[in-house]
């Protein structure tokens, strides 16, 4: 394992590529995150009513529907058939992000993503222990419940506890009981599950991450030849097993992160100061030479990996 393990995470990068460049993605998406909340929040605060909703449903400029797909489905479910509009709108919204990867969403849009990302960072600093790590597969359990609570009840089960829109209620309202569920979130990933909310139990990431299987916008190891195995690009990334298969590979395996789990958010093109990663599309067939290395590759050191 290099040397290189042992320097403060991004450390490499900031010096050979700048701080603001190292940096590009993650300021992106969080100027992206503010940007859609801000859209929202216009009305009731500048009393700008551009865009009338918040992520579950919206009416911009009083022409242009969007509609959450995942509160589509519970509505639908749950025996409430959405209107013309809202179908349209979960149809534009399910159609885009096929496109662009579901769980961009997740990364480039949910306002809980900075809250777990803080965590996260707190987390790190104080050199707590990984904590309680519930299987992957648990956020689709989770999903499946939500689906069926809401076939039970006949209602729209999620948004009653619904961290994303409470969030927004907060920002609105002020101080109340919606943030006990946002501090919660907070807490759990800070405390209880490192990356556990995000990456083992939001329904939401999971709906997105089905939607987003054949997703079109990937990120690609293309020049994996060129790794010095710092591990940053592990240490940063939410759903870090999706890189080994792309950056591990051999001459005849693709280079592309194909996995659906990935959220392009962009932070091991930030971190990576070789510059080994990049964004592209799924199509692309452009050789990526394997690595030459011994036969047996050390795993991410478990105080590095996200």
């Known amino acids: 394992m290099s040397d290189k393990t042992h320097l403060p995470v991004g450390a490499e990068a900031i010096r050979d590529k700048g701080w603001l460049t190292a940096h590009k993605y993650l300021l992106l998406r969080r100027a992206s995150q503010l940007f859609f909340l801000f859209l929202f929040l216009m009305g009731p605060w500048l009393g700008i009513w551009w865009v009338k909703g918040n992520l579950s449903g919206s009416l911009t400029f009083d022409i242009l529907p969007l509609t959450d797909p995942f509160i589509a489905a519970q509505g639908i479910i749950a025996g409430h058939w959405p209107a ?49 790590q519930p299987k992957r597969e648990t956020r689709y359990y989770v999903l499946g419940m939500v689906l069926a609570v809401s076939l039970l009840t006949g209602t729209i089960a999620w948004e009653f ?29 800070f405390a209880v599950s490192r990356r556990g909310w995000c990456g083992h139990l939001c329904p939401v990431g999971a709906f997105y991450n089905l939607l987003g299987t054949a997703s079109v916008l990937r990120v690609t190891a293309k020049n994996r030849a060129a790794c010095d195995d710092c591990m940053d690009c592990f240490a940063v990334c939410p759903e870090n097993h999706v890189i080994t298969p792309a950056l591990r590979g051999q001459d005849d395996d693709t280079p592309l992160i194909l996995s659906p789990d990935c959220t392009n958010c962009g932070r091991c093109i930030d971190v990576c100061a070789p ?10 067939a452009t ?8 036969k047996s590759t050390p795993a991410p050191r478990a ?4």
């Open 84 to 132: 013309l509009t809202a179908l349209i709108g979960a149809l534009i919204v399910g159609v885009a992000y096929a496109l662009i990867g579901g769980r961009v969403y997740c990364s480039w849009v949910c306002p809980i993503n900075p809250v777990t990302d803080g965590a996260h960072w707190l987390h790190d600093k104080l050199g707590m222990t990984k904590g309680w």
């Open 161 to 189: 506890v619904n961290p994303i829109s409470m969030l927004h209620r907060g920002l609105i309202f002020g101080v109340g009981f919606a943030w006990a569920f946002v501090l919660a979130v907070f807490l759990f990933d």
């Open 275 to 284: 510059e080994v990663f990049e964004f592209t599309h799924r199509f692309d």
């Open 287 to 294: 050789p990526a030479p394997g690595r030459v290395r011994a």
């Open 303 to 306: 105080d590095k990996a996200a």
